[in-house]
């Protein structure tokens, strides 16, 4: 199965590099979500934000919070998928490098979606029921 099956619906959410610590942590909660790619434009991708990265930044920069920016903790080198990467491909990526969060990018790595890891065991889960169901199906048919 490809990644571009699992975009349907899906909204990308973006902030600014010049956001602020606080901004981040807000659109996070608001949004109810772990990441943000951080984007002048909405499709140019400059990196990536997560809830983990304000954890890590926190001890550096506890005495200095308020001038804090995205820029300054954002994730720059940016693992992307493209929509015809198969979930299978996606989830070695997200294992292999430990992360929760991948941009999906057009031909020209212009920014198009974003799937976390919770897109992908969903998706998992979902090709192994079905699997679980044609083979109950197949078991009753023989007996």
Not at 33 to 42: C, E, H, N, R, T
Not at 46 to 68: C, F, K, T, Y
Not at 111 to 137: M, N, P
Request: proline fraction near 3%; include cysteine; hydrophobic fraction near 45%.
């Amino acid at each position: 199965m490809q990644i571009s099956s699992l975009l349907s619906g899906k909204q990308v959410h973006t902030i600014k590099p010049e956001a602020t610590i606080k901004e981040l942590s807000q659109k996070l909660s608001e949004l109810n979500i772990g990441a943000l790619v951080v984007s002048p434009d909405g499709k140019k991708i400059n990196g990536i934000v997560s809830e983990r990265d304000i954890v890590h930044a926190l001890p550096l920069h506890m005495h200095e919070l308020g001038d804090i920016h995205v820029r300054d903790i954002m994730t720059v080198t940016v693992m992307s998928c493209k929509k015809d990467t198969t979930v299978a491909q996606l989830m070695a990526l997200m294992t292999d490098q430990r992360i929760r969060h991948v941009p999906v990018v057009d031909e020209a790595g212009e920014l198009l979606s974003i799937i976390s890891i919770g897109d992908v065991v969903k998706s998992y889960v979902s090709e192994i029921d079905v699997e679980r169901i044609a083979l109950l199906d197949y078991v009753k048919s023989a007996g």
